[in-house]
């Protein structure tokens, strides 16, 4: 069973499991790269503020991050994933997932998202010309409302705010989208969907 909550606390074992899952759900023969870096770690400015939401936006419990597993993808496209792996009594189990990669359009003011509806689907907010044309792409809004969870059954049960964030970036822009893993196999196994963030980049940065 590997359904990204675990018995033990040990960082390269848990990172290892991680990694089965993440090469899993990208469809890779191939072991991925992966490194841990524990809570403390100096971090630059930007990766630090980030990674600080990605620990601290889970709700619904005290969350105290242990260390995090770290994955850079260079096909289909540069993406960047953080899993945050929080203390669950003697053990631990993955929490917030920090999803981020490099748009290669001009953005001219932040985007965010907006949160779970009840009827209807969230659109973009911000930048009135980059948020016309988001919202047009009908294809995009459901697939962002089906990846950026903010409920998962992983470790009990986690819930999180919605953070969806396209920041103007070297003349484009930065996406970062923090989400949840999702469990599968009735709670025997979990998912990152993690091909579905590549998607959603790319649909991105046509749409711009």
Known sequence: MNNLAYSGQQAENIGSKIEEIVRKDMGSNEPLNFI???QGTPKDGVLNAILKDGASI???GKETMLFTVNFDFQQPRPVHLTVNVNRQGVGCHAGSLVFSAFINKPLSAPVTMEGPKVFGTSKF??????????????DLLKLIEKFSRTKSDIAGGLKMERYV?????????????????????????ATTDAK???????????AL
Do not use: Q
């Open 36 to 38: 841990i870096e524990e």
């Open 58 to 60: 889970l709700f619904g």
């Open 125 to 138: 907010l911000g930048d009135a010309n980059a948020t016309s044309k988001l919202n047009n792409n009908k």
């Open 165 to 189: 964030k396209l920041e103007p970036f070297s003349n484009g822009a930065t996406l970062v989208i923090i989400t949840l893993p999702r469990a599968t196999s009735m709670g025997m196994s």
């Open 196 to 206: 579905d963030f590549f998607s959603i980049a790319s649909m991105i940065e046509a």
